[in-house]
């Protein structure tokens, strides 16, 4: 059974880099797109952005300009950078990883999940 | 980018009782949807793909329809551990947006 382990820094101050990683344990990395979802306290899921089977990469507008998803595939891991924060970035962040090719077409709802790893940036 | 908005933002209903919770599409999706259930203080959950494909191992009282722009999740008969926050997600194309949540309660 695939598992998402995922760790990075836990309070920033405004203006730092938010850094995570999701590890892959139980299953394969290849074939797959990668994503990063977050929740700001009391809201609702806010989708980050993807990196996906084939290495392309795919971002939320929004955040686009601040935000870097990269894969290591040596260590079964993909990682997510946010730069500039500030206090409206505070959230927990998920990654998660999609179903893969199903029949000839590849999917991209999240079937596997992290446990989540809350951000906080206060000064 | 395409929108979704979902109905009613919460809900309190009965044990037993039929719940039915609207996704709305500001352009058509196809069948490209998906539903989530997050309990309080827990990690999201895949309920359904394909806007009416359960996922395996979901209650079937859990059923989803819809296509185009309307999409409908339904509860057929609430159960206490079904008290959570429903939210569907458009994969068509990206940004994969998701709804904006329907929270569902005990009455």
């Known amino acids: 059974q695939v598992q998402l382990q995922q760790w990075g820094a836990g309070l920033l101050k405004p203006s730092e880099t938010l850094s995570l990683t999701c590890a892959v344990y139980?299953?394969?990395?290849?074939?797959?797109?990668w994503s990063w979802i977050r929740q700001p306290p009391g809201k609702g899921l806010e989708w980050i952005g993807e990196?996906?089977?084939?290495?392309?990469?795919n971002y939320n507008p929004s955040l686009k300009s601040r935000v870097t998803i990269s894969v290591d595939t040596s260590k079964n891991q993909f990682s997510l950078k946010l730069s500039s924060v500030t206090a409206a970035d505070t959230a927990v962040y998920y990654c998660?990883?999609?179903?893969?090719?199903?029949?000839?077409?590849?999917?991209?709802?999240?079937?596997?999940w992290g446990k989540g790893t809350t951000v906080t940036v206060s000064s | 980018d395409i929108q979704l908005t979902q109905s009613p933002s919460s809900l309190s209903a009965s044990v037993g009782d039929r719940v039915t919770i609207t996704c709305r599409a500001s352009q058509g999706i196809s069948n490209f949807l998906a539903w989530y259930q997050q309990k309080p203080g827990k990690v999201p959950k895949l309920l359904i793909y394909a806007a009416s494909t359960l996922q395996s191992g979901v209650p079937s009282r859990f059923s989803g329809s819809g296509s185009g722009t309307d999409f409908t999740l339904t509860i057929s008969s609430l159960q206490p551990e079904d008290v959570a926050t429903y939210y569907c997600?458009?994969?068509?194309?990206?940004?994969?947006?998701f709804g904006q949540g329907t929270k569902v309660e005990i009455k």
């Open positions: 998660a990883r999609g179903p893969g090719k199903l029949g000839r077409n590849y999917y991209y709802y999240m079937e596997v």
């Open positions: 997600q458009k994969y068509n194309s990206a940004p994969r947006t």
């Open positions: 139980g299953g394969s990395f290849s074939g797959y797109c």
């Open positions: 990196i996906s089977h084939s290495g392309s990469t």
